[in-house]
């Protein structure tokens, strides 16, 4: 916003430190809308312009600074660069697989590593390349830590018996010089990965190029032939495992196949091995099954022959004998028939002649009787022996029933211990299942032991380097060239930061919180008087602009009593004293100039007063106001000095002709300007300002100190002086920012030609 009303105030205004000024003084009477009732719109976001422009003035500012900076690095990095010995960097180029070739199908114990695993696989073969231990066996393997010229190389010491007994004898030297070997070749080993690559190289740093080359060829043979001990030693581990385990299993197997043939012989089984489709197959071979079996089948075969013989004695028992078929066709029974046939046939004629009771049909029918009686006599045989059959056959099926019934009980008791037996079979046939794994596991490792193939292959050989790849002098400087702007730039920030100096008019406001009322540039050789007389040098133009700002400071206008002070002496308050009150009086006004410094009067020095009289004389009462009034060369303006310099100042001052002085130079004079002693230290500036309408604040800006101007105006705050503003004197545009060296090389130049 103050920007905005800078450049709007500027329209009507020629001169630019005028409007400034007069900007200060708005700032002060608060013309934010709130005199006028108007508003200013308001930028958002940040002011990339003036950022650059504050960084630009505090480069200005501490040109000299940075530039010390800059070059000291510069010379600190060439300097360093020409005092470190050149090093000379060697490395190797290792493949990194994650699977080994197979010299044998199922040779390798495990895989690797899987895809999902490749970058933690990688990962852990370079902390396996970086550890102490692949370190100390490359040392071991080279005798490095007996090699005075590895030492060298290393730009470290060699350990003598003086370090065993620094150490106080608690490690032997060999130990001490293997210690210091590895951690020299740690230090100086560096192992890079590029991203989505397999090869990793294994570089080595020294003093020696030789050395340097040497070192990492050593440093890469010992990482593949790491890997290959420890595939090999882990194929040894896993052979003597399996050993053991087949020792185990082998005891294992005896001890169930011995329970397994015990328990059959107790249990009366019988084991039977015969040849199979898959090879030998082993079954169990029971006897009181098989004579269950036997016996069953014996048993019904007894029935099938009872109940046949049984059928057939029923048949033939209630059957005639000539309709029994055995009889039938028994030979003797037909031979029987023929003959009762013929005698039947005799007997038959007989009657045919005589009469049944004739002797000779008698004797025929007692033959025929005797036919019969023999043919019933052989039906009657073979019915008994049908019956006979019968009862064979059945004590048969009772003796097989018999039989079978104790065998099946038999059967059931050895079926119970085939459930045991199966359980023993079952445990032997996984105990030599086992065994057998393990023994042909066992015999592949043994087969493949020799023949392990390495996952790592050594891609580049480590070569001499034909030049150091440290120092770079280039890089150094380049490196000192950044490192020194960086300081700079701290240097500069931290300067910043802590520095009291005000510098431009904004600093005013946001270091003092005070408005500014004048700008007073600074001069050449500091002689600002003789320009006083040149009413268009810019000296002259800075008191008018001030002028003019006090005009608005009060709502009245100009203050009657205006006292001009400070924080310390030499910051120009009696030469601002002078100017004021002259360009006041030039306006017109009766101005009376008072130099109230009775310490270290200037003002008589400058008017070329030789008369010894002044202000000590008017408030001691050795004068009239009116006889210690000086006229000067403006009709206008008088002055009073501060002669004679009193003993003690501050008494007089608090006297009570003071405040009769400030009545009468009220009355007779329209301004009173009061050249005051400074802050700091002493209390007539105090006792001044309670007399002064009014208090302008000067400021020193070439050697401003924040302190001491904030501590005096906590005092001129304690008293309640009316404080209008600051004038900042000695004002350099050139480390107050761009706008403000366009000020002073465009603005005071302004008609100088005309």
Known sequence: MNEYRVDHYSRGHKNKAGYILNEAFLDRVDLRGGAYGGSYPEESGPDLTALLKTIMGMVRRNIALIGAIVAACLVLGVVVTLLIAPRY??????????????????????????????????????????????????????????????????????????????????????????EAAIDALLGNLTVALPPDSRIVSISVSSRSAGYSAKLAQLYGQRYIERNLNQKYDSSSYARRFLADQLDEARAKVTQSERDLNQYASAAGLIRVTSQGQDGNQESVLSVTNNSLVQLNDASAKATADRIAAQDRWLTLAKAAPLAIPEVNANPAVSTLLAEKAKVEAALAEERTRHLDDFTTIKSKQAEIAEYDGRIGAIADSIKKSAYLEYQSALEREKSFAGQVDSLRGEALKEQDRGVQLAVLKRIADTNKTLYDTLLSRYNQLNATAGASSNNLTLIDKAEVPPKPYSPRLLVNIVASLVLGLVLAAAAVLLREIFDDAIRSPEDVERKLGMPLLGLIPLEKGGDVASHFDDRRSRVSEAYRSLVTNLRYSTATGLPEVLMVTSSRESEGKSTT??????????????????????????????????????????????????????????????????????????????????????????????????????????????????????????????????????????????????????????????????????????????????
Not at 110 to 117: A, L
Not at 136 to 149: K, N, Q, T, Y
Request: negative net charge; glycine residues 6%; aromatic residues 6%.
């Open 89 to 178: 960097s060697a490395g190797v180029r290792v493949l990194i697989e994650d699977q080994a070739d197979q010299i044998i199908e199922g040779s390798e114990l495990q895989k690797v590593t899987n895809v999902q695993d490749a970058e933690r696989f990688l990962q852990t073969q370079l902390g396996i390349i970086q550890s102490r231990s692949l370190t100390e066996s490359v040392v071991e393997s080279g005798r490095l830590d007996r090699d005075p010229a590895f030492y060298e190389a290393m730009g470290i010491d060699m350990p003598t018996q003086e370090n065993v007994l620094k150490s106080g004898g608690s490690k032997k030297l060999d130990q001490l010089r293997k």
């Open 577 to 754: 004293a002078r100017a004021v009150a002259h360009d006041i009086a030039v306006l017109g006004k009766s101005v009376l100039l008072v130099d109230a410094d009775l310490r270290r009067p200037t003002l008589h020095n400058f008017m070329n007063d030789r008369k010894a009289t002044g202000l000590t004389d008017v408030l001691t009462g050795e004068k009239t106001f009116d006889a210690a009034l000086q006229q000067t060369d403006v009709p206008s303006l008088s002055y009073m000095s501060a002669l004679p310099s009193p003993p003690d100042p501050a008494l007089i001052l608090s006297g009570e002709r003071l405040p009769q002085f400030m009545e009468e130079a009220r009355r007779k004079f329209d301004v009173v300007v009061i050249d005051s002693p400074p802050l700091l230290g002493l209390s007539d500036a105090a006792l001044l300002a309670n007399h002064a309408d009014g208090v302008l604040f000067m400021v020193d800006a070439s050697s401003f100190h924040r302190g001491a101007v904030k501590s005096a105006l906590r005092r001129l705050a304690l008293i309640k002086a009316n404080m209008l503003g600051v004038v900042l004197n000695r004002f350099d545009p050139k480390v107050g920012g761009e706008d403000y060296t366009y000020y002073a090389a465009s603005y005071y130049s302004y008609g100088e030609k005309d």
